[in-house]
T-cell receptor, first 112, second 117 residues
Framework: NAGVTQTPKFQVLKTGQSMTLQCAQD?????MSWYRQDPGMGLRLIHY???????DQGEVPNGYNVSRSTTEDFPLRLLSAAPSQTSVYFC???????????FGSGTRLTVV | AQTVTQSQPEMSVQEAETVTLSCTYD???????LFWYKQPPSRQMILVIR??????QNATENRFSVNFQKAAKSFSLKISDSQLGDAAMYFC??????????????FGKGTKLTVNP
């Protein structure tokens, strides 16, 4: 049981480049979400999805796009990377309110 | 706004001793969940313990226990018999419902725990 798988683990981008952070879960969880972690800020919600075809914005959505075509996958897209998007990104999923969240291992992204 | 406050950016404890990490939160809901997550240098987010607000009994998981005071909106984590492997960032988190029936975790800024041999 792989849980939540994130790829890549590390990435360096140049300003203006685009890329997609991948997230996949094999637990049939309806709810998936993306967080970014910055020093001294804790984790902040970027986007979330309550099921295939449904997405919504979190606390810090600007500069990021998401889609949810299947229950398993929830990719996060950076259309034009900026240095302010240098961060560690976590994907998380849960089966519901009475269940815990399962986190991926994170992606460390550096934008130069 | 829903907030979670961890007032101790850093804490240290001697191996085998007990340490308490503090957390307060702000909510108007009566049904919610609180969590403590551990993040070691490996970066992985690990669930340590969770507490349902409707349960009066404090949650316990081996050496980890919480002091949940609902009226005071306080949720502290006690680590007994501290071990070197307990050294990590600890995040308090609160699970809330958003408009539209979805939910999210709101995190505190974390407490860095150092365990001294």
């Amino acid at each position: 049981n792989a849980g939540v798988t994130q790829t890549p683990k590390f990435q360096v981008l140049k300003t203006g480049q685009s890329m997609t952070l991948q997230c996949a879960q094999d637990m049939n969880h309806e709810y998936m979400s993306w967080y970014r972690q910055d020093p001294g800020m804790g984790l902040r919600l970027i986007h979330y999805s309550v099921g295939a075809g449904i997405t919504d914005q979190g606390e810090v959505p600007n500069g990021y796009n998401v889609s949810r075509s299947t229950t398993e996958d929830f990719p996060l897209r950076l259309l034009s990377a900026a240095p302010s998007q240098t961060s560690v990104y976590f994907c998380a999923s849960t089966a519901g309110r009475r269940s815990g969240y399962t986190f991926g291992s994170g992606t460390r992204l550096t934008v130069v | 706004a829903q907030t979670v406050t961890q007032s101790q950016p850093e804490m240290s404890v001697q191996e085998a001793e007990t340490v308490t990490l503090s957390c307060t939160y702000d909510t108007s809901e009566s049904d919610y969940y609180l969590f403590w997550y551990k993040q070691p240098p490996s970066r992985q987010m690990i669930l340590v313990i969770r507490q349902e607000a409707y349960k009066q009994q404090n949650a316990t998981e081996n050496r980890f226990s919480v002091n949940f005071q609902k009226a005071a909106k306080s949720f502290s984590l006690k680590i007994s018999d501290s071990q070197l492997g307990d050294a990590a960032m600890y995040f308090c988190a609160y699970r809330i419902l958003t408009q539209g029936g979805s939910e999210k975790l709101v995190f505190g800024k974390g407490t860095k725990l150092t365990v001294n041999p």
